[in-house]
């Protein structure tokens, strides 16, 4: 088999990958929040995520998914560690009302992408996930963790294109309400959400 995938299998893995990005999930949620509290943090928050999605394609080449799903103490240290991460972003945004105020959103904004790649990188369903899901597109033999790591570049990219997209229109959503007497209530909003999927990832 070539470096390269072949054009059919690129052509199924992007129409899989693309299914799979579109299905709602905590990524898509986060950005959604983050969009709200402004459209630079909400880009951010996806170019991150999409960081995070390149770190767990290396996990998952590396084999070190592998450990995960083989060590249940490991797994559920870093799903606790994501878990309490969202919850303490939430409390944050609460106490530092970074949603209802656009000069305290200004600040965490710059921090958006760090955090991105954090929410991301600290939930291993997302390593066991990629672990099951490339091999089957990339193939065996000795090129098949190079095609992986393309494949799994691919999906970063489709995963930025999307979710900088949910960041721009949440965004446009996030202006309209600063206008108006809902503002108050954003950050109890935007935290509560990043506090509800914290607990979900936590006793899920």
Known sequence: MALFPELPT????????????????????YVLTRGIQSRAAGVRSALGISTGVL???AV???????????AP????????????????????AIRNDEFGSADAAAEPA?????????????????????????????????DSPVRM???????????AVYLGGVAVASGRVGA?????????????LGGGAMIALGAALAVE
Request: hydrophobic share 60%; proline share 5%.
């Open 55 to 57: 770190f767990h394609i």
């Open 149 to 159: 790591l393309l494949l799994g570049a691919t999906y970063a990219a489709l995963t």
């Open 60 to 70: 998952a080449t590396l084999g070190l998914a592998a450990l995960l799903r083989a």
């Open 10 to 29: 690129f052509l199924a893995f992007c129409a899989a990958a693309v299914a799979l990005i579109l299905t709602p999930g905590p990524d898509t949620m």
């Open 110 to 142: 710059a921090g958006s992408f760090r955090r991105g790649v954090l929410v991301n990188a600290l939930n291993p369903k997302v390593a066991l996930f990629f672990l099951a899901f490339l091999p089957g597109f990339a193939g065996s033999g000795p």
């Open 73 to 92: 103490v490991a797994y559920r240290a870093v799903k606790y560690a994501g878990a309490v991460y969202l919850v303490y972003l939430g409390v944050q």
């Open 176 to 188: 309209l309400l600063s206008s108006s007497t809902t503002t108050a209530r954003l950050s109890w």
